[in-house]
DNA sequence: AAACATTCCAACCGCAAAGCA
DNA sequence: GTGCTTTGCGGTTGGAATGTT
């Protein structure tokens, strides 16, 4: 026996709403106001499931809707927001007045996610940004709760996500900032999510949703270097995401999806997109042609390729300087964290 | 000009949480 | 507390529009 269906479908029209369907809604909303969607078809005189309505409401006639392409910025600001919520579409669409979720997923989908480039496994160290963003849990469907849609809320929440922003550098040499970026999914360290879950756990921020800048900030983590050092090395399956916003010298890397399917199957339940913003002045030629390099030499011989980027800690030289990083210097560690969660 | 391929997006679908009796 | 209904979410799909051969 199937699952009851959410309205009675039979003899009710399916596909694209006519004129004449959207004046009757229109007018019937305008009328009686939101809501009752399921009694609301009869209501109106419309042969559509009561979904149908809403749906179309949301997502075509409702009068704060913004028409027209979706512009330069606010395509970074979906890029942005993206990289911190994942595919929590209507948290994003949430920050982009006028905009729908189902509109924003279309232009991800159809605009954005094609924009990603691989960097395909070099071979020692994972990168999965362990960082905390300030939003709410993510229900798998379901509607978010009149909670967490409040402003002025508490949450404790953990999610693997960052944007970074880095001093200017120019990026010549595939070996010098940033860990490896390993897609290989395999070795993905359980125990790893849970200590970050658990450090990450102990953050907890107010949130203001009216503010993006505060959405996108990264609350202030204790003992974060520490996380860095252990969970850095360790994390796999990486995707740059060389986004549109070259010019703005922005880059983002990603998890990929494997690696995500992988937390989630471990228990986590979601794992948003790690991302890195990286405001600053890249040679993208050299980005771009070195990632093709990394591609096809990644076909041949994934173990010998060397680290493309490294984090400083990670660095030999570094490293015989600063045996632990907890100790070692401070300044340059509260600058990388600065940096970090800046 | 026709056939085929690709892109884009409106709409559908199933799931799960909130709400309510 | 329980069960049913309503609502919201995100993934997926179908087909129109557009591009290419």
Redesign the pocket.
């Known amino acids: 026996m199937?699952?009851?269906?959410?309205?009675e479908?039979v003899g009710?029209?399916?596909?694209?709403?006519t004129a004449e369907e959207d004046e009757t809604l229109a007018k019937y909303i305008q009328t009686n106001g939101?809501?009752?969607?399921?009694?609301?078809p009869k209501n109106a005189g419309l042969l559509?499931?009561?979904?149908?309505c809403?749906?179309?409401w949301?997502?075509?006639l409702r009068a704060d809707l913004k028409r027209g392409?979706i512009s330069a910025e606010e395509e970074n600001t979906i890029v942005k927001l993206h990289a911190s919520?994942?595919?929590?579409?209507?948290?994003?669409?949430?920050h982009l007045p006028g905009r729908?979720?189902?509109?924003i997923?279309?232009?991800w989908?159809?605009?954005l996610s094609?924009k990603i480039y691989s960097f395909p496994g070099a071979s020692a160290g994972i990168m999965d940004t362990p960082k905390v963003a300030s939003i709410p849990p993510?229900?798998?469907?379901?509607?978010?709760?009149?909670?967490?849609?409040n402003k002025n809320k508490t949450y404790t929440q953990n999610v693997n996500v960052a944007i970074y922003q880095r001093p200017k550098q120019t990026f010549t040499q595939p070996n010098s900032d940033f860990t490896v970026l390993d897609a290989d999914v395999a070795d993905v360290n359980e125990p790893r999510i849970e200590e970050l879950e658990a450090e990450v756990n102990k953050c907890d921020r107010s949130v203001d949703e009216s503010n993006d800048e505060d959405i996108l900030g990264l609350c202030q983590m204790e003992g974060i270097s520490d996380i860095l050092e252990s969970w850095l090395p360790e994390t796999t399956c990486v995707v740059w995401d060389l986004s549109e916003e070259i010019d703005n010298n922005d880059m983002v890397v990603r998890v990929s999806d494997a690696c995500r399917d992988k937390m989630a199957s471990s228990g986590e339940g979601y794992s948003c997109s790690s991302s890195m913003a990286l405001d600053q002045h890249w040679d993208w030629e050299s980005v771009i042609e070195f990632n093709n390099v990394v591609e096809s030499e990644a076909c041949n011989n994934w173990e010998q390729q060397e680290k493309p980027l490294t984090w400083p800690w990670e660095d030999d030289a570094w490293e015989s300087q600063s045996k632990n990083l907890g100790e070692t210097d401070t300044q340059m560690q509260n600058d990388m964290v600065d940096w970090f969660l800046s």
């Not at 009710?12 to 709403?17: F, V």
């Not at 939101?34 to 609301?40: A, D, K, Q, V």
């Not at 559509?48 to 149908?52: E, T, V």
């Open positions: 199937g699952r009851a269906p959410c309205c479908k009710l029209k399916k596909g694209r709403w939101e809501g009752s969607w399921r009694s609301l559509r499931c009561g979904k149908s809403r749906l179309r949301i997502n075509y392409n919520f994942g595919n929590r579409w209507s948290l994003i669409a949430s729908t979720d189902n509109e997923k279309n232009y989908n159809s605009h094609r993510k229900l798998k469907g379901g509607r978010t709760s009149r909670w967490a849609m």
